[in-house]
């Protein structure tokens, strides 16, 4: 039997999980935060334009306007400056295949509970590799937080100072593109730490892995539903041209 006839044979008997790692997306959905000197990327809104009425009585639909990367959402290299001149660096570019690959997930969740300005760093990396084995090129890299059990003001967490909420430290972050991951999950806004505007360089996550062509996946949900390895992510963005990233159904193929 082929690995694709047994994966779908394993799916129908239940030995395969589907995970949605999604946030449901709704208006009041929350949006990441920029000082007011910065164009504002808008939240969700929705128009109907029919409901089995007047407008179109058989059918139901809406107009919807948001940021790109609104909810959960895929960053595209082109997103950031530093990916701006890359091959394939926009949405419509993107190789499918690059689309579907294995996920590492490392579990800070005891340790972001504690400090909201928790940083992954080289050393809890090689102490999850030695535990869990190595992280491999071309796979993602996903930070469980369960910051997405958080609700409204409690997710973005700004304070007076700025929003505080986990993420990777420059050093972390040098170290997982060495390793050639293909992108760098999280359950928080953004793939950045709160506090990543003033580390050196600046929101490393955004400015060093879209700056080598790596993906990141922001929002993310449920990643306690994951083994810390030997799950397979999907995670398709719109095929939007020129399209700095969208939001997209991220799910996981998962043991059972």
Known sequence: MSSLASLIDDLAAGR?????????????????????????????????????????????????????????????????????DLPNNTTETIPARSLVAPANVIDVSREAAADDDFLLTPSHLRAWEAEHGPIDAGTWVLLRSDWSKRQGDAFLNIGEDGPHTPGPSVACVEALVARDILGFGVETVGTDAGAAGGFEPAFPAHTLFHGTGKYGLASLANLDALPPKGALLIAPPLKIVNGSGSPVRVLALAPA
């Open 16 to 84: 395969v999980r589907v995970v949605d790692l999604t946030q449901p997306l709704d208006t009041d959905t929350p949006v990441i935060a920029l000082p007011d000197i910065f164009a504002a990327s808008p939240g969700l809104s929705v128009e109907e334009i029919s409901h089995y009425d007047d407008a179109g009585p058989g059918w139901y639909w809406n107009t919807l306007t948001l940021g790109e990367h609104t909810g959960t959402h895929f960053d595209a290299p082109v997103h950031w400056v530093t990916g701006k």
